[in-house]
Structures are given as C-alpha cells and as structure tokens.
C-alpha cells in the first residue's frame, strides 16, 4: 500500500461547481498535511496546510479525519483558473519529509 | 527575482554521461531537497540536506549523487546518466527556524531527457 493516495482523476467539472478531493494516508503518526497545486510542467505549490480543526481559504476548504487517515480539499465555486493538478502531502513526525502523492487532475470547463 | 532557480531548466544528454543540476536559493533556508517526479508515480525524494554538514538519501538515491556548497546551493549529480534517469527534477527548500518549519518552497524544474 502506498503510503499516500490519491485518486488521479481527471476530474471534469463545468465552471461554478464544487469539488472535493479526498488523499488517504498509512502512518498514523503522520502529523502534518498539506495541499499542493501544480500546473502543467511547473513546480507545486503550496495551496493550503490542513489543521486539525480543519481551514477555509475563500472558496477552497480542507478538512483532515484523523480516525479514517485522509484529507479533503473542497472547491466551491469552480473557475477555469483551477484547473491544474492538486497533490496532498504528508509529514510524519520525527522524519521532517514529505510524502506526496500522486495528485488528482482537475479540469474545469466553460 | 524567484526564491529558489534551478539550472539549467532543459537538457538533453546522452547516456554515460555526467550531468550537474543546481540549485540555489535567497530564502536563507537551512533545509533543501532534491525530488524526481515521474508522470503516475508523483514526486519522489532523491537526497536531502538539513544545513551545510548534513546530507542524507531520499528513497531513490542510487545513480545521484549531491554537494552542499553553501548554505544557498544545493547540487545533484548523474555520474553516469542512464535513460530511466529520464525526468523532472525539482530542487525545493524548507525553513526549520520558521513558524512554517514544514513547508516547502520548490524550485522552477528542470527536465532532463537521457537518450
């Protein structure tokens, strides 16, 4: 089993609709969580941290389930301009490494 | 001006030979990584560094090698380039003293195609 999973999608979603990602981890002391996003053939880039008590940034929402071991990420309102790959990233205690995944592609048309 | 630039950001070479990707920061970060990211298989960490004196393997090191020249550069080395080598590569940089010990700042790439 990976230790992070993503669905890869592609995820195909018309302008205004929400989304939501989830990303799944193995190591239970995995102790911080992050989104990233990254357009074609550009580096990633952090998007949003994933906190317990879970965090909004405008239209974008992640949430963390520490008993089922995953992220979401949540997109309301879609816009043309996220379409891009979003890739969930996990740190485990003592290691300070991150572990991505795959990432999920998401294309929002007109 | 970018953070974290990486050269060069294309190169095409042939197999067997060496190769050196840089990688240089103004962050004034301590921690910087190098990572190949391979279509279906994500990123994967190759070496890391936590400060000048420090080098460590990432799961795929075998066939690089690295060089902490400074606090601000950070180099990968192919000695031998083999076409599975054949990738993205990303150089990224993190901040233990900061708030945000955690997050990483990555670089532009560089693709690299062994032939």
């Known amino acids: 089993r990976k230790e992070v999973e993503q669905d890869p999608g592609p995820f195909n979603v018309p302008e205004g609709a929400t989304v939501a990602f989830n990303c799944t981890y193995s190591n239970s002391a995995s102790q911080s969580f992050f989104w990233y996003r990254q357009d074609c053939r550009k580096e990633p880039k952090l998007l949003m941290s994933?906190?317990?008590s879970g965090n909004e940034d405008g239209r974008f929402t992640a949430q963390l389930n520490r008993a089922s071991q995953y992220i979401s990420l949540l997109i309301r309102d879609s816009k043309l301009s996220d379409s891009a790959t979003y890739l969930c990233?996990?740190?485990?205690?003592?290691?300070?490494?991150?572990?991505f995944g795959t990432g999920t592609r998401l294309l929002v048309s007109p | 001006d970018a953070d974290v630039t990486q050269t060069p950001r294309n190169r095409i070479t042939k197999t067997g030979k060496r190769i050196m990707l840089e990688c240089s920061q103004t962050?004034?970060?301590?921690?910087m990584y190098w990572y190949r990211q391979d279509p279906g298989l994500g990123l994967r960490l190759i070496y890391y560094s936590f400060d000048v004196k420090d080098i460590n393997k990432g799961e795929i090191s075998d066939g690089y090698s690295v060089s902490r020249q400074a606090q601000a550069k950070f180099s990968l080395s192919l000695e031998s380039a083999i076409p599975n080598q054949t990738a993205l590569y990303f150089c990224?940089?993190?901040?233990?003293?900061?708030?945000?010990?955690?997050?990483?700042?990555f670089g532009p790439g560089t693709r690299l195609t062994v032939l």
């Open positions: 990233a996990v740190m485990n205690t003592g290691f300070q490494k991150l572990v």
């Open positions: 994933v906190y317990s």
């Open positions: 990224a940089t993190s901040d233990l003293t900061s708030g945000r010990q955690d997050t990483q700042y």
């Open positions: 962050k004034g970060h301590d921690r």
